[in-house]
């Protein structure tokens, strides 16, 4: 019966079989994630010039690997434990293989992609990129999927096989661009030799530029502004702080200068009748 205690027990040395394998499992991969780290983290000392953005990619790769690989390995004394026939499920697998390749085809597509981006280099961890309309920074990419967090904080899980067009905003030098805008009244030539002389100074303040800013003159007319616009060649991820330091000083030497940044002014008419009361 149920009860019988030669069957309990045999039940009972399964299950702690099938207990420790799980837990060898997963001890060894924590131990190969270890080794990983600690290879990929001395590349230096084996005069490996890999950038670090790819040798982060290749380390989310590699433990992917191994975590699949350590998995099946383990899968096949679970099965033999549980009594059931690893080469007749084999057999069966080949019996039902249409079907399941037919369900598998997602992930053989998502992993055959990983490794495209990967040897391909289209992007990297730590990268900014742009995937179907979602911008972000790259945190991990594994062997099925890429994981992309946007700057409001959203995590996007990207399965590899669904990504079509990458635009990598890290490969080659970004530009930083301001519009200042003077009113009509002001001297042209006045405000653009104000603005060449503080971006001299703003070259020097950011280690950030490698070229300009260049004050590239009058590029559009506004309803009450002239617009001016100043342009450099800056580096990847850092266009947005420059262009806010670039703001914050042009701000600064119009004040001290006393050109006048046009805003919108609105003259209220209170028309009053003189009523006896």
Do not use: F, H, W
């Given at each position: 019966g149920?009860?019988?205690?030669?069957?309990?027990?045999?039940?009972?040395?399964?299950?702690?079989?099938?207990?420790?394998?799980?837990?060898?499992?997963?001890i060894a991969i924590r131990i190969t994630n270890a080794l990983i780290d600690k290879f990929i983290d001395s590349k230096d000392k084996f005069k490996l010039k890999i950038d670090d953005n790819r040798m982060n990619t290749a380390k989310g790769i590699l433990k992917s690997i191994v975590r699949y690989t350590i998995y099946f390995v383990s899968f096949t004394p679970i099965m033999a434990e549980l009594n059931i026939d690893v080469k007749g499920l084999i057999a069966a697998a080949g019996i039902g293989g249409l079907a399941i390749g037919f369900g598998?085809?997602?992930?053989?597509?998502?992993?055959?992609?990983g490794f495209f981006i990967l040897f391909e280099d289209q992007f990297a961890v730590g990268d900014y990129i742009e995937i179907d309309e979602k911008t972000g920074v790259v945190e991990e990419m594994a062997l099925r999927i890429t994981k992309m967090r946007d700057f409001s904080g959203d995590l996007h899980i990207i399965p590899n096989g669904s990504i079509d067009k990458v635009?990598?905003?890290?490969?080659?030098n970004m530009r930083a661009k301001v519009d200042m805008s003077i009113a009509y009244e002001e001297n042209i030539e006045r405000a653009i030799k104000v603005l060449s002389s503080a971006s001299e100074k703003i070259q020097k303040e950011s280690d950030d530029i490698i070229e300009g800013p260049i004050v590239l003159g009058v590029t559009n007319f506004g309803e009450s502004d002239v617009v001016i616009t100043i342009i450099a060649k800056v580096k990847p991820m850092s266009q947005w702080a420059v262009e806010r330091l670039m703001r914050k000083r042009f701000k600064e030497i119009f004040d001290k200068e006393g050109i006048e940044i046009p805003y919108p002014k609105r003259v209220i008419y209170n028309q009053m009748s003189d009523n006896n009361i």
């Open positions: 149920y009860l019988d205690p030669e069957k309990i027990a045999n039940i009972m040395v399964r299950a702690t079989k099938i207990l420790l394998i799980l837990i060898i499992a997963k598998a085809q997602n992930l053989v597509r998502d992993i055959i992609s635009t990598n905003m890290c490969r080659g």
